[in-house]
């Protein structure tokens, strides 16, 4: 219980750090107010230019992270080592749930490939997102019966979890991954770790999403890549001995190990 507390507790300081990057005002301000005591206060003249100029480097690298060109960077250095697609066909078409971001995309990306018969089923995944997109594929034509529809993953890790039943029932062993750019690496090498063959297919986050939300949604991946990575989540998992406690709701190894 000890690690599923660690994690909630990582969570919730994530998103605290999240918040407090993407308003400006609390992130400058503070540094203003520094800079000022250090004008003020009596420092050393040797060390007051120094600390002067780390405080303007740090207002100057937040701006240029939260300008149009930082958030391309930042997404870009996520995408950089996703292979291209080359039109593989697959067993089935994987869409995660990202709550509203780009969830029209994602639904007509999905709706593409099945309709270029890149894979005769689509698997929706996510709590509150897959009802709703598995609507929008109706509406864009994809009939319910070539649909999958996982409506109880949280997290990245659970769409795995959740969907692998799902898509072992069917045999799929190749899947086209459909989510925004900067969650694709993350969801690769997850879905990977569970064994599947996964081509991914990135959409891109919507133009109009201010590029202060951009670099903390890149942030945002580049913070989970790491948490992933140290928590094993990328290596490959022994497929017979994942189950779900419904009870508790908790993923549960049988090993012992704890993973949410």
Request: charged share 15%; hydrophobic share 45%.
């Amino acid at each position: 219980m000890s690690l599923i507390l660690h994690l909630h507790q990582w969570s919730q300081l994530k998103y605290a750090l999240l918040n407090w990057f993407t308003d400006p005002r609390r992130v400058l301000l503070p540094l203003l107010l520094i800079g000022l005591m250090a004008l003020c206060l009596k420092v050393s003249p040797y060390k007051k230019p120094i600390l002067l100029r780390s405080i303007c480097s740090l207002g100057a690298t937040y701006l240029l992270l939260i300008s149009p060109l930082g958030a391309t960077v930042a997404t870009r250095g996520l995408t950089l080592f996703l292979l291209p697609d080359i039109g593989q066909s697959a067993d089935a078409i994987v869409v995660l749930g990202r709550g509203p971001l780009a969830e029209q995309e994602r639904a007509q990306a999905a709706a593409n490939l099945w309709k270029a018969h890149r894979a005769p089923t689509i698997l929706t995944t996510g709590r509150g997102e897959a009802p709703r997109l598995s609507t929008q594929l109706i509406q864009l034509g994809i009939p319910l019966n070539v649909q999958l529809i996982e409506p109880e993953a949280r997290t990245t890790e659970e769409n795995a979890i959740h969907s692998f039943e799902l898509l072992q029932s069917i045999g799929a062993s190749r899947i086209i991954l459909v989510t925004d750019q900067p969650h694709m690496l993350r969801s690769v090498l997850t879905f990977r770790s569970f064994g599947f063959e996964t081509i991914p297919y990135p959409v891109q986050v919507p133009s109009s999403l201010p590029a202060i939300e951009k670099t903390a949604l890149a942030l945002r991946e580049y913070v989970g890549l790491v948490s992933y990575a140290l928590i094993g989540r990328f290596q490959p998992r022994a497929m017979s001995v994942v189950r779900l406690n419904e009870s508790s709701k908790e993923i549960v190894m049988q090993t012992g190990r704890l993973s949410g």
